[in-house]
């Protein structure tokens, strides 16, 4: 895994622990949100593993319960998420 990859999969796991930390988002979020950063924190994350974490997250992020703030932080994770599946993707 090159450095690129694992720069944008530290930054995806910084901010899903963050939500995860944050006692002000509602506890199914941070589960979904926990569920998701466990299918990709492992030495050598695959593309069905980044698929499966960007799902979970995408499926929360539609919660009317959610915080403005959360939903952005989110919509980040996945987009680092996505960065990180094409490139292991490029790798295959």
Known sequence: MNEKIKKELKEALE???EIIDDRTVPRNIRKAVSDAL???NK???TTVDCSMA???LDDI???I???GYTRTSIWT???RLESVKEHIKELE
Do not use: H, R, T
Request: no cysteine; aromatic share 4%.
């Open 65 to 67: 319960n959610m915080p």
């Open 54 to 56: 960007i799902y979970l």
């Open 43 to 45: 030495g050598k994350p």
């Open 77 to 79: 994770a996945i987009s």
């Open 15 to 17: 901010i899903m622990q």
């Open 38 to 40: 466990e299918k990709v």
């Open 61 to 63: 992020s539609n919660d």
